[in-house]
């Protein structure tokens, strides 16, 4: 199986970082990609499904004391895929949530490492379609982590950040909608690892 990538865009920005207390600054991140992936057999290709997601998350906050910092963030996306059979299940997924966190800043240096903590709620809705037939399922997820990471102030006005998620828990409900069928879901998760996917690392700007 080969795999086709088409478009991956990410973008974060946020003003802030090695800031005083009653500092404030906004900033977040939109991406999205788009990927399908191509069977081939005997010498004969099929596209598989063409799955495409987005996401816009902005993000608000202030400096509480020169190293705790506090902000709220919005969380929109949604994600579809669009079969190449016909006769097979089309899947539309849309969110709209939130997320409090906060850090606690080590030191006045340049460079400072952090404690921080996330607590998000994130309604969505799925959507099945099939031939003439829909299927809608409402979900809910509660999740909270511990995280650490560092910041450090490139100049005056540019720094950087960088955030690994560590140790964390969700609790997610679906159910269909105007059915009795419901699927719970709890998740414990701890991640020490400093490559790959649970690492992220953004650029800020102070106000």
Do not use: C
Not at 95 to 107: A, D, L, M
Not at 148 to 169: D, P, Q, T
């Amino acid at each position: 199986m080969k795999k086709i990538f088409l478009l991956v865009a990410t973008f974060t920005m946020t003003s802030m970082l090695m800031a005083q207390k009653g500092t404030w600054y906004v900033g977040g991140n939109v991406g999205f990609s788009s990927s399908q992936n191509k069977s081939e057999m005997n010498g004969v290709s099929s596209d598989d499904d063409k799955v495409t997601s987005w996401t816009f998350s902005p993000e608000v906050g202030t400096f509480l004391t020169d190293n705790w910092q506090l902000g709220i963030g919005l969380s929109i996306g949604g994600s579809k895929q669009d079969p190449t059979n016909v006769n097979s299940t089309s899947t539309k997924n849309t969110f709209f949530g939130g997320t409090v966190y906060s850090r606690y800043f080590f030191g006045n240096k340049a460079f400072r490492p952090f404690l921080g903590a996330n607590i998000k709620a994130l309604p969505g809705t799925t959507t099945g379609i099939t031939n003439s037939s829909e299927t809608k399922s409402n979900y809910f997820e509660l999740g909270a982590n511990l995280n650490a990471g560092f910041g450090y102030a490139i100049s005056n006005k540019v720094s950087v950040l960088g955030s690994l998620g560590v140790l964390g828990f969700s609790h997610q409900t679906s159910k269909i909608k105007g059915g009795d069928y419901k699927v719970t879901n709890n998740t414990f998760s701890f991640n020490a690892n400093t490559l790959g996917n649970p690492f992220t690392i953004g650029m800020y700007f102070t106000l």
